[in-house]
């Protein structure tokens, strides 16, 4: 969680009032794991400068035709369920 104060100090020190931290596909537990830190973090709300205003999560559920920087092991087909408890 200190890296993202300082993460989040140093947004603001460039202007940026605002922030959704962004995931990248992940295994399951891990994505979970992520998710879990980053929701204690957010619920926290005495951040240092930039609030984070929520989590952007950018995959799992693409294509793996087109991951782009996405690891191929964390690329799955939709889940309604793991959505669920990613929420």
């Not at 995959?59 to 799955?76: E, M, S, T």
């Amino acid at each position: 969680q200190d890296q993202l104060d300082f993460f989040s100090d140093q947004l603001w020190k460039r202007g940026v009032a605002g922030f959704c931290p962004t995931t990248l596909s992940q295994p399951k537990a891990e994505l979970l794991n992520t998710v879990s830190q980053l929701g204690q973090w957010i619920r926290r709300s005495n951040h240092p400068g930039a609030k984070p205003l929520g989590i952007h999560l950018e995959g799992p559920f693409i294509h793996p035709g087109a991951c782009g920087a996405h690891p191929p092991d964390g690329i799955r087909p939709f889940h309604m369920k793991e959505l669920v408890q990613l929420w």
